[in-house]
Every structure is written in C-alpha cells, then in structure tokens.
T-cell receptor, first 107, second 115 residues
Framework: QQPVQSPQAVILREGEDAVINCSSS?????VHWYRQKHGEAPVFLMILLKGGEQKGHEKISASFNEKKQQSSLYLTASQLSYSGTYFC????????FGAGTQVVVTP | DVKVTQSSRYLVKRTGEKVFLECVQD?????MFWYRQDPGLGLRLIYF???????EKGDIPEGYSVSREKKERFSLILESASTNQTSMYLC??????????????FGQGTRLTVV
C-alpha cells in the first residue's frame, strides 16, 4: 500500500511556511523525502530513521512519529527554488512512495 | 557521483510489442527498483531486486517482468505492450540494507508511449 500524502498541492508566496503530511498503515523502518522538479529525476532530501535519527536539508526539516506511523515535512521561509513535487517514501524492505505534493512558490 | 542511467529518454512502441527498458548503475548498489509515474498517482513500485537474480513484486507487477543478470543492470520487460502502459518509468538504486536507511538514486526516466 502506498503512503497517504496530503495535501495534493500547495501554493505559497516566498517566505511563507508549509507542511506536508504522510501516513502509513504499516509499521515503518524509515521515512524518505524526495523532491522532483519538472522534467528531472527525484532528488533525495532527507531520511528519518526509527529511533529518531534525522538528517536535514537547507531550511527543510521533517519529523517522524513512529507510534502514529506519520511523517511531516516542514518548508520554512520558502524560496522559489522549493517549487516542485515532494514525495514521501516508506521503507519496510521495499521503498514505496506516496502520490506526491505539488508545491508552487510564487514571488 | 552516483549515476543511474536509463537507456532511453523517450520510446514509442506499438501495441503487442515486447519492450525492454534498461537501467545501469555505477555504484555497486545492491538494490534496484522500477517505478511507474503517472499524474496524481505518484511513484508506484513495479518490481525491485535486492541481489543478482533476486526480485520481488511491487504494487503493480501485472504485465511486467524484470531481469537482473548482473549487479549493475536491471531490466524492465513489457511482455506485450498495451496502451495503458503508456507512462514515465523511473529506475532507482540504493545501497544496503534494502533502502531502509540509505538514499535512493534515480535515473532520468523513460517516457514510454504505446500506440
């Protein structure tokens, strides 16, 4: 089963914040976050491991609630370069992704 | 830099043809994945492989098969292409263990059109 990701899309002005949520029906080993710009391959942003280890990227951070099997990605003080589609990926042996959240940052 | 290379960016095939999509990675990664990307559906896992000649079905394996004869190469095969297999196909690779705590690297994708 694919992770459930929300919202489907968000439009921001530069400098605004946004949160993208991802949930699972299964117990998770780790959560991955990727960003894909139009016409390009998805690029790794960060991974959150069971047990709390976290890696970060620019002003983008994330949390992982193991009990609720949920993860959230926080875009803080968004920049134009943050535009793209964000995918969460859940790993339980195989790596499965959500449907994606399209983020548009406007000047 | 890790490179995941897919043999074609664009491919047009006829219904009923046997289609091979090739993916090669140069970082000696154990795991390789094939995804299909469609608008509104995200990245759906077709098959993945955790070792040479080892494979497991993903979420949507019907109509596809895979081959991994060498560690660096993972092929996706459409036995008899159909129009509903028109899509963007993405290959990815990662190091052990099975992508759990290591990032996946993606190829540029193959946009397949079946007519």
């Amino acid at each position: 089963q694919q992770p459930v990701q929300s919202p489907q899309a968000v439009i921001l002005r530069e400098g605004e914040d946004a949160v993208i949520n991802c949930s699972s029906s299964k117990a998770l080993y780790s959560v991955h976050w990727y960003r894909q710009k139009h016409g390009e391959a998805p690029v790794f942003l960060m991974i959150l491991l069971k047990g709390g280890e976290q890696k970060g990227h620019e002003k983008i951070s994330a949390s992982f609630n193991e009990k609720k099997q949920q993860s959230s990605l926080y875009l803080t003080a968004s920049q134009l370069s943050y535009s793209g589609t964000y995918f969460c990926g859940f790993s339980w042996g195989k790596l499965q992704f959500g449907a994606g959240t399209q983020v548009v940052v406007t000047p | 830099d890790v490179k995941v290379t897919q043999s074609s960016r664009y491919l047009v095939k006829r219904t009923g043809e046997k289609v091979f999509l090739e993916c090669v990675q140069d970082m000696d990664h154990e795991n390789m994945f094939w995804y299909r990307q469609d608008p509104g559906l995200g990245l759906r896992l077709i098959y993945f492989s955790y070792d040479v000649k080892m494979k497991e079905k993903g979420d949507i394996p019907e109509g596809y098969s895979v081959s991994r004869e060498k560690k660096e190469r993972f092929s996706l095969i459409l036995e008899s292409a159909s129009t509903n297999q028109t899509s963007m196909y993405l290959c990815a690779s990662s190091d052990l263990p099975t992508g759990m705590n290591t990032e996946a690297f993606f190829g540029q994708g193959t946009r397949l059109t079946v007519v």
